[in-house]
C-alpha cells in the first residue's frame, strides 16, 4: 500500500538472520513467489521516500475535503489516523451496514465495507476508501449521502430490508 502496490504483495524480511532465512524456505516451498516485475517495481518504490509524502498529502487533501461534503450534508465522518478511508456514520439511515453496503452497491453501484465486518465499536458505520480519483470519490459519497437521506425519510418499515427467498438471516 506505501507505493500503489497494494494488490501486488512486495515486501520483505527484515530480523533475526536464522528466522529470516527460515521464512524464505517456507515461502519457497509454499510457492509465494513474487513475480519478477512486481519485484522490479518494489525496488524502485522501496528507494523512493518522496513519492510516498506526495502521496500521503494527496490523500490528507482528499479526506479533509471529503469529510467538509460530508459535514455539510450532515453526515458524519471522522479523520483517520494514518489511512486513506473514511468510517461514515449512517445510523441515521439503518444499523445494518451489511444491508446498506448491499443496496449502495446494487443500487447506486458504489462499493463499502459494512462497519460490521471490523466489529462491534463500527456498528451504524461504512467503510469508504478514498483510492479513487477525487472526481469518482465525489461521485460515490454523493450517491452514499442520497441513499441515506433515503433511508432516514423513509418509514422504518422501508429501510428494514427484506431477506431474500428461501435464505435465512444471521
Not at 536464522?18 to 513467489?33: I, T
Request: proline share 5%.
Amino acid at each position: 500500500k506505501r507505493s500503489n502496490l497494494a494488490g501486488a504483495r512486495a515486501g520483505f524480511y527484515a530480523g533475526d538472520a536464522e528466522l529470516v532465512h527460515y521464512l524464505s524456505e517456507v515461502r519457497k516451498h509454499m510457492g509465494l513467489m513474487v513475480p519478477g516485475p512486481v519485484q522490479a517495481a518494489a525496488v524502485v518504490a522501496f528507494g523512493d521516500d518522496a513519492h510516498v509524502d506526495e502521496q500521503r498529502a494527496r490523500y490528507r487533501s482528499r479526506l479533509e475535503r471529503m469529510i467538509r461534503l460530508l459535514a455539510a450534508i450532515g453526515i458524519d465522518a471522522t479523520m483517520p489516523a494514518g489511512a486513506f478511508y473514511l468510517m461514515v456514520d449512517v445510523s441515521a439511515a439503518t444499523s445494518d451496514t451489511d444491508a446498506f453496503a448491499r443496496r449502495l452497491l446494487s443500487e447506486r453501484h458504489v462499493a463499502v465495507a459494512p462497519g460490521s465486518t471490523f466489529g462491534a465499536g463500527a456498528g451504524g458505520f461504512v467503510r469508504v476508501s478514498l483510492a479513487a480519483g477525487s472526481a469518482g470519490v465525489r461521485t460515490g459519497l454523493d450517491r452514499l449521502a442520497d441513499l441515506v437521506h433515503e433511508w432516514h425519510r423513509a418509514p422504518s418499515s422501508a429501510r428494514v430490508p427484506r431477506p431474500e427467498p428461501g435464505r435465512r438471516r444471521p
